[in-house]
């Protein structure tokens, strides 16, 4: 995971509306390089963690590879006008499989090569989830036991490779937000120092506010200078905090690395990247799916999976989120999370639902609310990891309080995305820059 | 300090927007009942605090009067057009030294009746600041030795009543916090809940957004169910921190109370009263203020204590602080809040110049962001207690968790309350409704 100075959010934009753009619109440029569909298992794709660094380290012509989810041709074509769905979902899906045997050959070259590794894997899952969803959204129109069973497996394929770089991105999170609070640089130099702003940074570059970057700056200046009294007292326990919080997930991940090791050999892999090696040349679709003209039967699926979106999202205690400092975060607790993860699920289903049947055409609230949600996921996992961590037995009472402090703001950063998710999803998202 | 289940921040606003008004205008309506006056001192009279209940309890008539900062006559008159710079002055002096004297003399009837005693140590203050302001502010039109002389020693007398107050108010505000975060109903009850949420409901009145009471209301129900992990770790340490937090506060204010009471019998004291009371009948005032009108005179001195603020407010970072959820409150420490702090002094002596020269048209911008610096010093202080309660020696790790979360917690609202100034302050406050 390669710390790249030079990153900063904006950057990052400029990098999101890259070379993807041209060719497929906004909605692929954010894809392209992974801005929204890696994000997905919180490796640090927007910016909150020195991962992302590795991810813009790749050469462009593979991200623009990356950036092309199936053939150019459909992409500029307007949608799946005058073909049947056979057509469009085989083509979608092949291309995606086709995705999946490249970055696992990446992966299985990449050998002792850590980054490129970590690259391929989310490489890997990227196409994995396009696959699973697609499989999930036009159901009908596939031969479903097979699209159920494979389904099941690229899930816990993906879940599998996900959880190392969860735990690497939730270290470098607990670790930047340690730092940043405590207006250290120890531990972890200013790279992950502006991954632990990025999202903020990112927020704020999406509303536009040139102020934005100016906080980034202003931020980091005041916090160098701690006080005596209460910056002290955090400062004690922060050092101790984060060498726990290190220990603990470092052993975390090293777990999930020998998980991921022993599922790639197992035989059950072996089986998924053989569905998939088939797949990549032959979808098992339904009679009708070759009958049927696609631009009559996939758009209703595709809205089938916006309305379930949709109700879902009307289920969300948006009205309160919506009002800044509500103090829902931390007065709420975990059990308050769940509708929002599920949401996030369902935004990721309509938006691949979305690039299968009209690749130039997807929403942008869809991309800008996922990412939302992607902060408040990774978010309160972030808090939760401190909170475990601050039930350790035997730790310092500074330590405790630290890890408090971590969890409150962890918390917040929760309540903060759920806000930017509101104003990334309701109409009127702009009314900030006023402010 | 009475804790009146009924009150709501909305109920509260209305009582605010009561007597006074209808003679006096907004400014005098909020000033009449302490809404904003008498919070300088943190005893909650935005709703902080069960405080607030006892506030509200005074007679109508007592009210009234309180509401009356001076003469009707003056009140309802356009501003100082066509008298003496020395009618004026004086006529506002006159007034508040006899309001100090009533105060002073309900305070000695008051005796072993605690709420009394609060109530007319409120009024007192209430006074005073008035007066030492008005003495501040036109300093150059009066008789500079006496009127700084006489400053001190008001200042010297307002901060030793205050005292009590604070650490009665800042404990409440901790307890309720605390209670909020672990959503249990022990220590406190429902009043002083309702008292925890008054700050939110009272910014969220002021957005007129309905949401905001409905907010309050689905925050208590979720909170009531705890989760199984960093619920439970919280609460662990919860009641344990509030009791921590009860002695070293309790403590502080039986200090502050008999330190008052010393203060109340000292010959200084007498000293100071004696001089209000020859100020309730004649002002040392400069012979110019006798010759020059009023109009002439007293409106540029105003003006420059406007500039002054206005100037202070440009160093605060607005624009950071008008982005929600930019961290900057835990992230910068205490070293960061004293010019808000400064800020929070010149928007009362800009106030209550207006207040002399025209009662009538008191910029609402002035109230409002002077409760918004009130929540962030109530704050600020709340903050400093839990952490310096956190340095106790051998506490308990799950009672520094808790304290570092609650630490946490208020300074969250310190941010909230430089949002909430931004808002009140800068033009277009009102963006927020359409978000």
């Given at each position: 995971?390669?710390?790249?100075?030079?990153?900063?959010?904006?950057?990052?934009?400029?990098?999101?509306?890259?070379?993807?753009?041209?060719?497929?619109?906004?909605?692929?440029?954010?894809?392209?390089?992974?801005?929204?569909?890696?994000?997905?298992?919180?490796?640090?794709?927007?910016?909150?963690?020195?991962?992302?660094?590795?991810?813009?380290?790749?050469?462009?012509?593979?991200?623009?590879?990356?950036?092309?989810?199936?053939?150019?041709?459909?992409?500029?074509?307007?949608?799946?006008?005058?073909?049947?769905?056979?057509?469009?979902?085989?083509?979608?899906?092949?291309?995606?499989?086709?995705?999946?045997?490249?970055?696992?050959?990446?992966?299985?070259?990449?050998?002792?090569d850590a980054a490129g590794a970590d690259e391929a894997a989310r490489q890997l899952r990227r196409a994995a989830r396009r696959i699973s969803a697609t499989l999930h959204t036009?159901?009908?129109?596939?031969?479903?036991?097979?699209?159920?069973?494979?389904?099941?497996?690229?899930?816990?394929?993906?879940?599998?490779?996900?959880?190392?770089?969860?735990?690497?991105?939730?270290?470098?999170?607990?670790?930047?937000?340690?730092?940043?609070?405590?207006?250290?640089?120890?531990?972890?130099?200013?790279?992950?120092?502006?991954?632990?702003?990025?999202?903020?940074?990112?927020?704020?570059?999406?509303?536009?506010?040139?102020?934005?970057?100016?906080?980034?700056?202003?931020?980091?200046?005041?916090?160098?200078?701690?006080?005596?009294?209460?910056?002290?007292?955090?400062?004690?326990?922060?050092?101790?905090?984060?060498?726990?919080?290190?220990?603990?997930?470092?052993?975390?991940?090293?777990?999930?690395?020998?998980?991921?090791?022993?599922?790639?050999?197992?035989?059950?892999?072996?089986?998924?990247?053989?569905?998939?090696?088939?797949?990549?040349?032959?979808?098992?679709?339904?009679?009708?799916?070759?009958?049927?003209?696609?631009?009559?039967?996939?758009?209703?699926?595709?809205?089938?999976?916006?309305?379930?979106?949709?109700?879902?999202?009307?289920?969300?205690?948006?009205?309160?989120?919506?009002?800044?400092?509500?103090?829902?975060?931390?007065?709420?607790?975990?059990?308050?999370?769940?509708?929002?993860?599920?949401?996030?699920?369902?935004?990721?289903?309509?938006?691949?639902?979305?690039?299968?049947?009209?690749?130039?055409?997807?929403?942008?609230?869809?991309?800008?609310?996922?990412?939302?949600?992607?902060?408040?996921?990774?978010?309160?996992?972030?808090?939760?990891?401190?909170?475990?961590?601050?039930?350790?037995?035997?730790?310092?009472?500074?330590?405790?309080?630290?890890?408090?402090?971590?969890?409150?703001?962890?918390?917040?950063?929760?309540?903060?995305?759920?806000?930017?998710?509101?104003?990334?999803?309701?109409?009127?998202?702009?009314?900030?820059?006023?402010?």
């Amino acid at each position: 995971m390669g710390h790249e100075p030079g990153r900063t959010p904006g950057a990052r934009a400029a990098v999101v509306d890259g070379p993807g753009d041209g060719v497929y619109g906004y909605g692929y440029g954010a894809y392209g390089d992974g801005a929204y569909g890696d994000g997905t298992y919180g490796d640090g794709a927007y910016g909150e963690t020195p991962h992302r660094g590795a991810d813009d380290g790749i050469p462009r012509g593979e991200r623009h590879a990356a950036g092309v989810p199936y053939g150019p041709g459909d992409g500029t074509a307007a949608g799946p006008v005058g073909r049947t769905a056979e057509e469009v979902l085989a083509g979608y899906l092949h291309w995606h499989a086709a995705e999946f045997l490249r970055s696992l050959r990446l992966h299985r070259e990449a050998g002792p090569d850590a980054a490129g590794a970590d690259e391929a894997a989310r490489q890997l899952r990227r196409a994995a989830r396009r696959i699973s969803a697609t499989l999930h959204t036009f159901r009908p129109l596939t031969e479903e036991v097979w699209a159920d069973q494979l389904r099941a497996e690229l899930g816990w394929l993906s879940g599998t490779l996900a959880r190392e770089q969860a735990c690497t991105a939730r270290r470098d999170r607990l670790m930047g937000a340690l730092q940043r609070l405590t207006g250290r640089a120890e531990r972890i130099e200013r790279p992950a120092e502006r991954g632990g702003r990025g999202g903020r940074g990112a927020r704020s570059a999406r509303d536009g506010r040139p102020a934005a970057t100016g906080s980034v700056a202003t931020a980091t200046v005041p916090a160098a200078a701690t006080e005596p009294d209460a910056e002290s007292a955090l400062a004690a326990g922060a050092a101790r905090a984060g060498a726990l919080l290190d220990r603990q997930l470092t052993l975390a991940r090293t777990r999930a690395h020998s998980a991921a090791l022993q599922a790639l050999g197992s035989s059950r892999f072996h089986a998924v990247a053989d569905a998939v090696a088939v797949l990549a040349s032959e979808a098992q679709l339904a009679r009708r799916a070759g009958e049927a003209s696609a631009g009559e039967v996939l758009p209703p699926l595709a809205e089938q999976a916006h309305r379930r979106l949709a109700e879902a999202v009307a289920t969300l205690p948006l009205a309160r989120a919506g009002h800044p400092y509500n103090a829902a975060g931390l007065t709420a607790g975990h059990h308050q999370d769940a509708p929002w993860h599920q949401v996030r699920l369902l935004v990721r289903l309509s938006h691949y639902a979305q690039e299968v049947i009209a690749p130039e055409a997807i929403d942008p609230r869809l991309t800008a609310s996922g990412r939302a949600l992607e902060h408040h996921r990774d978010a309160a996992e972030a808090a939760a990891a401190a909170a475990s961590a601050a039930r350790t037995p035997r730790i310092a009472p500074a330590t405790a309080y630290a890890l408090g402090v971590l969890h409150a703001d962890q918390r917040h950063e929760v309540e903060a995305a759920r806000y930017a998710f509101g104003r990334a999803w309701l109409p009127g998202p702009t009314t900030e820059r006023t402010g």
